[in-house]
């Protein structure tokens, strides 16, 4: 069994994207940490661009889904926190440029 890495992880989560504003999760700093036990079990924290996001269960869903097809990787949890809050200072310079904040 290869150990799971991060950077598997985070380029898996790159394949969602979100449908409000069509970049993906990392891009937009929505995915806070990543860890990864000893059994490629991945547990990952991220938060959501508003609260009252009316995609917040699909796309823990997405990340879960997406995390899942990595090969080795065993379990998956996707724990949705709102602290500290996203802002738009999170997001890469691409995104930021795009949403005329760069």
């Given at each position: ?19 409000e ?6 891009d ?40 899942e ?34």
């Amino acid at each position: 069994m290869a150990k799971v890495t991060k950077e598997q992880v985070y380029d898996a989560i790159r394949t969602v994207i979100d449908p409000e504003v069509g970049f993906n999760l990392v891009d937009m700093g929505l995915i806070y940490d990543v860890d990864i036990d000893d059994e490629n079990n991945v547990h990952v924290k991220m938060t959501l661009s508003t609260r009252g996001c009316p995609l917040h269960q699909m796309m823990q869903q997405w990340v879960k889904e997406a995390v899942e097809k990595i090969a080795d990787v065993k379990e998956v949890t996707v724990e949705i926190v709102w602290d500290p809050p996203w802002n738009i200072s999170m997001a890469s310079d691409n995104v930021k440029k795009a949403l005329g904040a760069g």
